[in-house]
């Protein structure tokens, strides 16, 4: 059932989506080579917390964690422990707040020292492709319109587009209906109208798209190594335009 959100609605998924964006900067700002996954975990859940949120993610299925971190081929779902982070790694932070029922769910890709210029025209190209998917999600618009916007981003560049995991309606759920994909599909899907929310997060790789998930039955990794970038904002479509809810 496809649900449209109401101005009252929408305020408290703004505050969520603030929260969100504000923990993605803190992370952002304490991620450099020799800190442990943990750590930033703990940074995100104590900011989340403190504010009067919930982890969206925490128990989430039984995910362990209030953030997902996925380093290099790690697509998306990374579990944070031990493991510290290093130079020349890309690293995705997948964050979500939950604020009064409401949710919020962003993620960003980020470059920790020196990489390949490959890696970093992939990284960039990635939240092009979500900024592409953003600005196609107008009402009247159809999700399909979303989805070719974020392909024809990657197509042209020979980059990968993971399709077993895709964006999604937004709300009391943190995955509610419709999909939003990342690629043309057979049918258009509904149409986009004011108070309808997403998530829309392309998943692009630098090599093959195919993908595979580890024994520890979260974390998703590119079957042939190749380096992965992941972007994703929570949206609301208004009559004037996408609203952006998970940015400061």
Not at 25 to 47: C, F, K, N, Q
Not at 201 to 228: H, I, K, N, Q
Request: aromatic fraction near 4%.
């Amino acid at each position: 059932m496809i649900v449209r959100r109401s101005t009252a609605e929408i305020a408290v998924m703004r505050r969520a989506g603030r929260l969100v964006a504000e923990v993605l900067g803190l992370v952002e700002e304490s991620l450099r080579p020799g800190v442990s996954t943990a750590h930033l975990d703990e940074i995100a859940e104590e900011h989340i917390r403190k504010a009067g949120g919930v982890p969206s993610f925490k128990g989430y299925n039984g995910y362990p964690s209030s953030i997902c971190i996925s380093i290099d081929r790690e697509v998306v779902h990374g579990i944070p422990g031990h493991r510290t982070i290093a130079d020349g790694q890309v690293v995705s932070i997948d964050a979500g707040a939950i604020i009064e029922g409401y949710h919020g769910d962003a993620a960003r890709t980020f470059v920790v020292g020196e990489v390949p210029q490959a890696v970093r025209d992939l990284v960039a190209t990635t939240q092009l492709g979500l900024e592409a998917g953003i600005a196609a999600a107008i009402s009247g618009n159809r999700i399909w319109d979303i989805s070719a916007a974020v392909e024809d981003v990657a197509l042209p560049r020979g980059y990968g587009v993971v399709r077993p995991y895709v964006g999604h309606g937004i709300g009391t759920e943190m995955h509610e209906d419709p999909q939003v994909p990342n690629y043309r599909t057979k049918t258009k899907g509904i149409e986009l109208a004011p108070g309808i929310c997403l998530a829309i997060e392309p998943m692009f790789t630098l090599g093959s798209a195919d993908v595979e998930t580890l024994a520890d039955g979260w974390t998703v990794v590119t079957r042939d190594g190749s380096v992965a970038a992941h972007f994703e904002d929570s949206i609301a479509v208004t009559a004037d335009g996408p609203e952006i809810l998970t940015r400061l």
